[in-house]
């Protein structure tokens, strides 16, 4: 495999803006030994070369940073400027060294970032990513309402793989397979760690999600025909069996085989009368293959009316289900421990709203179970409608906000200077 290595913020901790006078190539008197390494990053990459693989650092840091860092601290070659999350600059090293894509396989690269920016490179390209997160201690409260650091959005970049430590990295390389969200490979059991936190009952709440739904370019492994399928009134019997073998399979192995928490009912969020298929969800719920009480807590109220997809942002969507979403047991749930099952997270409204439900009634631990997760859209490359040149993606830097560029010559591009939005993406 040709692991493709981002530097700063993965290998050495240089984010901090005491170091861009050396990234940027202004300062290039800098010594090695003021660039702090992040901890068992060099024998990663050791451990990987070991292994057969190799390794190239790819940074849009200057070549005078870049290379003398790669080179002396981790011994492998790189390139710098790369200009992520364009895919022209790395597109053609890629050719020039690996073949590619001409003669090797996108599935023979993983690109390894600590950003939504090499997770974006890397779908633009199709090749199988990891975001290497933060560690638990990192985690906030809830994710959702810090949108620029927060925990779930870093997942929702749609990385093939989310890992947490160089240990768990490896073992992504050894087996990707295995490694693999569960509704991505047959052999897959791995979710995404959307979310996870003490709750008020002195329990846990988890979010996790098993495949991805993915927008715009991806490697092989997203799931979105899975995602469409599932929601068809055409879906056979013979596909859904395939997804509750899949779903059980994670429930048994990965869930309820530990025995930090013991789990005694699982249910699913209600489907509206007007949802196709009809009883989209209790359909799979009850053909679970686990050894759990099974029960339709959740209804929604007959008043109803329009739908949850017409609010555009997670405090209207949260507002709708509370009005007409009520939780139902004729059993006390206090103390219990609750799986809910849902087809797709996408703000994260659904399974707040669920959860707190649940909290409201007593129960301790709840894990919300989503099938799908609606990943970051991916802005790619366009031709300039001014000068036919390509447009490069940059990002504002008072806000974020990605915005397309033809980037003219004082700025060290062949472009006319073209500016415009780019819409429907999230930063």
């Given at each position: 495999m040709h692991i493709l290595l981002d530097l700063d913020g993965t290998l050495v901790k240089t984010t901090a803006s005491k170091y861009d006078d050396i990234k940027y190539g202004r300062n290039r008197c800098f010594s090695l030994d003021e660039i702090p390494i992040v901890e068992g990053a060099r024998e990663f990459v050791?451990?990987?070369?070991?292994?057969?693989?190799s390794v190239t650092i790819v940074s849009d840091s200057h070549d005078a940073y870049v290379g003398p860092v790669s080179e002396k601290i981790f011994d492998a070659p790189w390139l710098a400027l790369a200009d992520k999350p364009n895919t022209a600059k790395l597109r053609s090293y890629l050719e020039r060294r690996f073949g590619f894509p001409s003669?090797?396989?996108?599935?023979?690269?993983?690109?390894?970032?600590?950003?939504?920016?090499?997770?974006?490179?890397?779908?633009?390209?199709?090749?199988?990513?990891?975001?290497?997160?933060?560690?638990?201690?990192?985690?906030?409260?809830?994710?959702?309402?810090?949108?620029?650091?927060?925990?779930?959005?870093?997942?929702?970049e749609g990385a093939t793989y989310n890992c947490r430590s160089f240990r768990e990295l490896l073992r992504v390389i050894e087996t990707p397979a295995k490694h693999r969200l569960v509704l991505?490979?047959?052999?897959?059991?791995?979710?995404?760690?959307?979310?996870?936190?003490?709750?008020?009952?002195?329990?846990?709440?988890?979010?996790?999600?098993?495949?991805?739904?993915?927008?715009?370019?991806?490697?092989?492994?997203?799931a979105i025909e899975r995602?469409?399928?599932?929601?068809?009134?055409?879906?056979?019997?013979?596909?859904?069996?395939?997804?509750?073998?899949?779903?059980?399979?994670?429930?048994?192995?990965?869930?309820?085989?530990?025995?930090?928490?013991?789990?005694?009912?699982?249910?699913?969020?209600?489907?509206?009368?007007?949802?196709?298929?009809?009883?989209?969800?209790?359909?799979?719920l009850h053909e679970l293959n686990v050894d759990l009480q099974k029960n339709e807590l959740f209804v929604w109220s007959p008043e109803v009316t329009g739908s949850i997809r017409q609010e555009k942002h997670r405090a209207g969507r949260m507002g709708f289900i509370k009005r007409f979403v009520r939780l139902e047991s004729e059993i006390d749930l206090r103390g219990k421990s609750v799986i809910v099952v849902d087809d797709q997270f996408t703000t994260g409204a659904t399974a707040m709203s669920h959860v707190d439900m649940l909290l409201e009634a007593g129960v301790r631990n709840v894990l919300f179970l989503a099938l799908f997760y609606l990943t970051n859209e991916v802005p790619v490359e366009k031709s300039c409608p001014r000068c036919g040149k390509i447009a490069r993606i940059k990002y504002r830097k008072r806000d974020g906000s990605p915005f397309y560029n033809c980037v003219p010559p004082e700025y060290n591009g062949n472009g006319c200077g073209w500016m415009g939005n780019i819409t429907n993406v999230r930063n």
């Open positions: 050791e451990a990987a070369k070991k292994r057969g693989h003669s090797a396989i996108a599935e023979e690269f993983l690109v390894v970032g600590d950003t939504g920016l090499n997770i974006q490179l890397a779908r633009g390209l199709s090749i199988p990513s990891v975001l290497l997160l933060p560690g638990p201690g990192d985690i906030p409260y809830d994710p959702y309402y810090d949108g620029l650091a927060s925990w779930a959005r870093l997942c929702m991505e490979d047959k052999q897959g059991n791995a979710a995404v760690r959307m979310f996870t936190a003490r709750n008020l009952n002195d329990g846990y709440t988890l979010i996790r999600c098993i495949g991805r739904q993915q927008q715009g370019p991806c490697d092989a492994y997203g995602y469409y399928k599932f929601g068809s009134e055409d879906r056979t019997e013979n596909f859904l069996g395939e997804v509750v073998r899949d779903v059980s399979r994670y429930l048994n192995d990965e869930v309820m085989a530990h025995d930090a928490i013991r789990w005694d009912i699982i249910t699913c969020v209600a489907d509206k009368a007007t949802t196709k298929p009809p009883r989209k969800m209790a359909k799979l």
